[in-house]
């Protein structure tokens, strides 16, 4: 099995910065992109941004600007610096990865449990 752990959430106040955290762990033959989504109350998840192995990135126009993500990959770990934080950033994140657990093995989606982020006004 392939388990991913985030950490770094928490409560900031508008204007404010955090960093999330992501590591992969278990089998893991490759990653291919990871990335970061987010789920407020009430609506529905939403990307926020994916980096690629080779670090080519994607960014929510919401995001863009503001939050940065990258990875260590010898670590399997994948990062979301974000500044200039709004309430209406406040949600549970979610790591996401594609992963091959073995050569022979398909490509899956991984899903982390989530870490809270909470922006005050």
């Known amino acids: 099995q392939v388990q991913l752990v985030e950490s770094g959430g928490g409560l900031v106040q508008t204007g404010g910065s955090l960093r999330l955290s992501c590591a992969a762990s278990?089998?893991?033959?490759?990653?291919?992109?990871m990335g970061w989504y987010r789920q407020a109350p009430g609506k529905q998840r939403e990307l926020v941004a994916t980096?690629?192995?080779?670090?080519?990135?994607n960014y929510a126009d919401s995001a863009e600007g503001r939050f940065t993500v990258s990875r260590d990959n010898a670590k399997n770990t994948v990062y979301l610096q974000m500044n200039s934080l709004k309430p209406e950033d406040t949600a549970v994140y979610y790591c996401t990865a594609q992963v091959r657990r073995t050569v022979a093995a398909v490509m899956e989606i991984r899903w982390g449990q989530g870490t809270q982020v909470t922006v005050s006004s």
């Open positions: 278990g089998t893991i033959f490759v990653i291919n992109w």
């Open positions: 980096i690629t192995s080779g670090g080519s990135t």
